[in-house]
Each structure stands twice: as C-alpha cells, then as structure tokens.
C-alpha cells in the first residue's frame, strides 16, 4: 500500500507552528515581564520623590547655611531626575513605558496575525488533502477486498496481489487531484510569506530592543547631567567654616552677649537664642542698631570738642584784654 503522501506536509506544518508559537509565547512573555519592569519605575520614581522631600526637609532645619543649600539643591535634583525616569519609562498614560508596550503589542499583531492566517488557510487544506486521500486508500483497499474474494475458487496468492498492484496504480480521483493542486499553491504562499514574517520579526525585535535601550539610557544620562554637578557643591561645603561658626557662637554666648539668629528651622522667623543666667547672645538687630549710632555718637563728640574749643578761645581773650 503507497506511503501517506500528507507525512511530510504535516512535518512542515509542525515545524512552522512551532515557530510561530515560539514567538507568541516570547511576545506575551517580554509583554508581562516589561509590564513589571515599568512599574518598578513608576514605584521607584515615587519613592524617589518621597525622599527628595526628605532632603529638604533635612535641608530646612539645617543650621549650617552652606550644608542647608546643599541639601535642598540635591533635593531639587533627585526630583528633576524622578520626573525625567517616569517622562521616559512610567507606565502611565501617554509616557515612554507605555509606548514601549504599544510597540510590542504592534510587533505581535503585525507578525502573528496575518501568518496564523495563512497558517489556517494551510491546515484547511491539509486537511482536505488527507480526507481525499483517506478516501482513496479506502477505495483501493475496497478493491483488494474484492480480488481477493473472486480469487479464492483457483487464482493464486501471487496473482491477487499482483492485480491489487495493478488495481493501485491507476490515478487518483478528481477530487484528490484538486485537493493537492491546492496544496502546492498554499504551500507556495505560506514559503513566500514565511519569509516576510521572518524578517518583520526580526527588524521588530530589533527596533524594540533599541527602543528600550535608548530609554533607559535616556534617564540614566539626564540623571549623570543633573547630578554631576552636585559634586562640587557637596564638596564646597567648608567644615572649617562650619566649625568655626560654632565656636563663634559659644564665645559669644560665653561673653554674655546676645543676638538674634535666622534660622529656616523657626519656620524662616528669627528666633531668639538665649543662654543660662546672665550669659545672653547678641542680637543682628541690637549690633546693626549700635551700627548705625556711632556716626550720631562721632557727631555729638565733635561738637562737644568744637564747643569746648570755643570756650578755651574766649576765655584767652579776656586774659589778653585784662
């Protein structure tokens, strides 16, 4: 009996659903892992924000003024560069994230759906294929059948099976035909379209790879632009003078003066600071005051000197007239 002539039809078929399964199962795979992925940056960028707030926070209650603009400039900045992370790759509508999801979801659609098309108009007619052919085979056995019932009254073994063969070897029927013109046509469709889905798939992959790496460049390089600069006004910040400052304020605190202090902690109010006992500091406004009194104090000095001259020329001219 002829071997299934459908065997190796099915082995392509096989072969090529495989492949396109393959895809479909990377596809939904990268679709779900970046969905997590974006959303790590949506969250990250929220938390990121959250202790840019910190920093001010920290920032305004810094007594230090060099320490307390540092603070809130690095604050500012991690900001600015929590805004560019969600701009470029949030998930949100209308961000990088989401684009990146369409682009795959395009991939998918522009790949996938047209082949599983033309896949099924191929099974369809594989599957007509093997019914005509089921049928034939039906029709020789049916006609072995009958041989070998007319030949039992004298006909040997040999010449039965030889008529089968020649029985066998008569052309197929019409409709078998048919089915297998149709057969070489889809299979030439499925080869030249075979070839378009393989390089879409490919070109897509590449332009989403690309995609993703541009955009995590992206905020990774406007990050190094924003911060790098917070390097040096890091390392301006003077401990010496920060030191100094500090025992400044207890000498003056130890030599009973008193002074007022602005300080963003008192919610940018100037707040009194004040010692134990008669040990008081002194305050900006009490020193900018004595300030602005000694032209006055110089004044009144000079006329003082300029009366008493005076007094000392009047009193030599009436020694002279005497």
């Not at 805004?83 to 369409?102: I, Q």
């Not at 599957?127 to 052919?133: M, R, T």
């Not at 995590?216 to 010496?240: F, G, N, Y």
Request: proline fraction near 3%.
């Amino acid at each position: 009996m002829p071997t299934n002539s459908t065997d190796p039809v099915n082995k392509k078929s096989n072969s090529l659903k495989l492949r396109l399964s393959s895809y479909e199962k990377t596809c939904s795979s990268l679709n779900k892992e970046l969905k997590t992925h974006l959303l790590n940056h949506t969250t990250g960028a929220t938390k990121n924000k959250v202790f840019a707030e910190t920093l001010g926070t920290i920032g305004r209650l810094e007594y230090f003024a060099p320490l307390r603009e540092a603070f809130k400039d690095v604050g500012h900045a991690f900001r600015s560069v929590a805004d560019e992370r969600l701009n470029v790759l949030g998930d949100k509508k209308g961000l990088g994230g989401e684009k990146l999801l369409n682009r795959l979801e395009e991939t998918k659609k522009g790949v996938l759906v047209p082949m599983k098309a033309v896949m099924k108009d191929r099974s369809d007619v594989v599957s007509l294929v093997a019914k005509e052919e089921k049928k034939h085979q039906a029709l020789i056995l049916k006609e072995e059948k009958q041989l070998l019932k007319n030949g039992i009254d004298g006909e040997s073994v040999n010449e039965i099976v030889a008529n089968s063969t020649a029985q066998s070897s008569n052309p197929p029927p019409q409709s078998l035909l048919d089915a297998r013109e149709q057969m070489v046509h889809v299979d030439t469709n499925v080869d030249e379209n075979i070839g378009k889905f393989e390089e879409k798939r490919i070109v897509d992959m590449k332009l989403f790879l690309e995609d993703f790496v541009r955009k995590e460049i992206a905020w990774h390089a406007k990050a190094i632009e924003i911060m790098t600069p917070l390097i040096s006004t890091a390392r301006s910040v003077d401990e010496d003078e920060a030191v100094r400052e500090m025992l400044g304020k207890l000498s003056a605190i130890a030599r009973g003066e008193e002074y007022l202090e602005s300080t963003v902690a008192a919610g940018g109010r100037e707040k009194k600071i004040t010692g134990s006992g008669e040990h008081q500091l002194m305050t900006n406004a009490k020193k900018k005051e004595e300030q602005e009194q000694e032209p006055e104090q110089e004044q009144e000095q000079e006329q003082e000197q300029e009366q008493e001259q005076e007094q000392e020329n009047v009193e030599k001219d009436q020694d002279w007239d005497a």
